[in-house]
């Protein structure tokens, strides 16, 4: 296995940021989820201490994922793919990188607003970026929520095309990202 990628398939480093980030990301939806719902309790406040210190860790990776990415070739979209497909392919890619993104800015955000300071796993503090403010805080609340139904929405999406090419059109493109 190649550590570069080439224009015909990913290399290790960038295949391993893809199933790295996805158990992550996956995980810390599901969490989300879950959490959201439970009533205010210790348990309930040591699970979000746990989606902020992740949260964190995605920040982290996203942002050498995207160095990577910026210095790496990345593999060509096969000839027989139809145009619009390339362009949906394209922009689902673009949507990922925005959402991995926004995601945990808008939760540092929340925290921040509430005056409360996200830890790394203990080894560091995060500055708090904004002030505390009550009504920034329901705000980004609202928006960190519907960024994650986007992205649970763009994996479905991703999914669907990935299956689609695996066990419709039997051409093997998961291949390219398959260590």
């Known amino acids: 296995m190649l550590f570069k990628n080439t224009i015909d398939k990913y290399g290790l480093v960038a295949i391993l940021f893809h199933w790295i980030m996805a158990i992550l990301i996956i995980g810390m939806l599901a969490l989300g989820l879950y959490m959201a719902d439970l009533p205010i309790s210790l348990q ?8 902020k210190e992740f ?3 995605i920040l982290m990776l996203v942002a050498l994922r995207i160095i990577w990415r910026t210095y790496n070739v990345s593999p060509r979209l096969p000839i027989y793919m139809a145009g619009w497909q390339k362009i949906i392919a394209k922009l689902v890619h673009y949507a990922f990188y925005f959402l991995m993104l926004a995601l945990p800015i808008t939760g540092w955000i929340i925290s921040s607003s509430a005056d ?3 830890s790394f796993f203990g080894w560091f503090l ?3 970026l904004v002030g505390p403010d009550k009504d920034r805080q329901l705000l980004f609340s609202t928006i960190h929520t519907w960024l994650a139904y986007g992205l649970i929405t763009i994996i479905a999406l991703h999914i669907a095309a990935v299956s689609e090419h695996y066990f419709i059109h039997k051409n093997n493109l998961v291949k390219k990202i398959w260590p």
């Open 44 to 51: 309930k406040l040591k699970l979000y201490g746990i989606h």
């Open 55 to 57: 949260g964190v860790l």
């Open 116 to 118: 409360v300071t996200v």
């Open 126 to 128: 995060l500055p708090n």
